[in-house]
């Protein structure tokens, strides 16, 4: 059994994701995210895909992108 780092259950079937150098242990993947996904700067929701970074900011999408930078959108791809 090993306890979730978010929630603090103590589950048998909890797992370890290893980043950066740290180990992590949750029991579902719910905790996982809200422990390790990034936030978009424009929308606030969790990033779970590859998302958009431009000047060192990490959207969601391009089109948050471009909603919190309108400079920025020569620089963020249509397909992103």
């Known amino acids: 059994m090993a306890e ?5 259950n103590d589950y048998e079937l909890a797992f370890e994701v290893h980043a950066q150098g740290a180990v992590h242990t949750f029991d579902s993947f719910e905790c996982a995210i809200t422990k390790m996904a990034p936030i978009c700067e424009h929308c ?3 990033i779970l895909g590859h998302g958009v970074e431009v000047n060192r900011h990490w959207y969601c ?5 471009r909603a919190a930078d309108p400079r920025s959108a020569e620089l963020v791809a249509d397909h992103a």
């Open 4 to 8: 979730c780092e978010v929630c603090g």
């Open 44 to 46: 606030s929701c969790r």
């Open 61 to 65: 999408s391009a089109h948050c992108a």
